[in-house]
């Protein structure tokens, strides 16, 4: 070799011993994968985590956030994918081919609705609504070109939890139909979306696949965007795994040990939200200004016997309506421009709490909110915040703007 230190410094000969052990698992970066021989090269399986190949296909980080992730759903295998919506496309364009139809639950994340909507609609894929609350509806909406099934518990703006038992049992009656559940609200704590304690279909008592976007309790910060889609059925997983290949869905190893760390406090995070959410939904119920408070574990609340069937926790999320014939936009705006904690902003299960406004016009096609079709609701996403913090400041936002 020559005395330039450029090839010593590429190829060097130290090898740091072996057995290292620490709380945290390693953060291991990699496009490149080596391979120690041809016959490696040529024998190295990709599809499983049996090995390594090419960073996109899987490190010992990202195999390490996909198994803790498949526990934590209750599921067997795990994918990642760059965002919560990639995660959502990733599962439409995997299943779903030309002259298929998709059904979309009328709470269904918005930017699903589009990608449904417009990305599938160029490629002959369509796509109806149905109410969630409303099993018998969906039965009649289920044709031989209906191939999945969206669903979401509880919906993560105006928060009515579904008849997801009636809505599977249906599903059920139709075993080519997937059934595929965003499951970034319950965050695999609120319930088991795979044993819903419904018959075994393949391996699975519930959905076939879930869907997460772990940017929110999972990683807890509010500083990552990540996605995961989990299911029971390998298969399944396959099918997903060709298409995630295809398309290059890569997670960055910083992204996965920032997710990696916050796991092991998720469950504790989730039940401070809770409680703390419960405390805010039930004094917004004490309030004039509201005609609506929607949180699934408030009796009176859209799906709130559908909850208590299937769930004790309940997460952080707590919409309300403002009264239309008191309260216009301009002033519902004025009350969110008045909080000082609450932070205006988009997402949620970080420490900080949020708050969003939306206009109730054209927002739902069914359910109370297409039967009273005016007004202003507001989200409020709680954080980690002292609850009597969060309440004085609602008090005062109310006092200057109402
Ligand atoms: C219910 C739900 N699913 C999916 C997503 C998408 O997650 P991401 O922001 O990571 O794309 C969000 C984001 O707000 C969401 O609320």
Redesign the pocket.
């Known amino acids: 070799m020559s005395d330039d230190k450029a090839t010593g410094l590429i190829h060097h000969p130290y090898k740091a011993p072996g057995g290292f052990q620490a709380v945290a698992p390693g953060v291991h970066k990699a496009s490149t994968v080596i391979f120690e021989s041809t016959a490696a090269l040529k024998t190295r399986q990709w599809k499983d985590k049996s090995g390594y190949t090419y960073g996109l296909h899987g490190t010992p980080t990202t195999f390490t956030l996909e198994e803790r992730l498949a526990t934590l759903e209750g599921g067997l295998q795990t994918l990642l994918a760059p965002?919560?919506?990639?995660?959502?496309s990733l599962v439409n364009m995997g299943l779903l081919r030309a002259g298929d139809e998709v059904l979309l639950p009328d709470n269904v994340?918005a930017?699903?609705k589009d990608f449904v909507g417009v990305e599938l609609a160029h490629w002959g894929i369509t796509h109806r609504f149905y109410d969630p609350l409303d099993a018998v509806a969906l039965a009649a909406l289920i044709t031989p070109q209906t191939r999945l099934l969206w669903l979401?518990a509880a919906?993560?703006?105006t928060l009515e939890f579904p008849d997801l038992l009636g809505l599977m049992r249906v599903a059920r009656q139709h075993p080519r139909l997937i059934t595929a559940l965003?499951n970034?609200?319950g965050a695999g704590l609120a319930f088991n979306a795979f044993d819903l304690g419904l018959p075994l279909k393949g391996d699975s008592r519930g959905v076939d696949l879930t869907?997460?976007?772990?940017?929110?309790y999972p990683s807890g910060g509010g500083d990552v965007?990540?996605?995961s889609v989990t299911t029971r059925d390998e298969h399944l997983h396959l099918q997903l795994k060709l298409t995630h290949m295809r398309l290059g869905l890569g997670v960055g190893a910083n992204d996965a040990e920032l997710v990696l760390r916050g796991l092991p406090s998720m469950p504790l995070r989730y039940a401070a939200h809770d409680a703390s959410a419960r405390r805010v939904a039930q004094w917004w119920s004490n309030r004039a200004e509201v005609s609506r408070v929607l949180h699934p574990a408030l009796p009176g609340s859209p799906g709130h016997a559908h909850w208590r069937e299937l769930c004790q926790r309940a997460g952080g999320l707590v919409s309300v309506v403002f009264d239309a014939k008191r309260y216009g936009a301009e002033q519902v705006d004025a009350f969110v421009d008045a909080l000082q904690l609450f932070k205006i902003g988009?997402?949620?299960g970080g420490p900080m709490s949020l708050v969003m406004p939306y206009a109730v016009q054209g927002m739902r096609r069914f359910g109370f909110l297409a039967a009273e079709p005016e007004g202003t609701l507001v989200r409020f996403a709680i954080g980690l915040e002292d609850t009597d913090d969060l309440l004085a400041d609602l008090d005062q936002a109310l006092s200057q703007a109402c």
């Open positions: 965002s919560g919506l990639s995660a959502l994340y930017p699903n979401e919906g993560s703006v965003d970034t609200w869907v997460h976007a772990l940017t929110k965007l990540m996605g988009y997402s949620w």
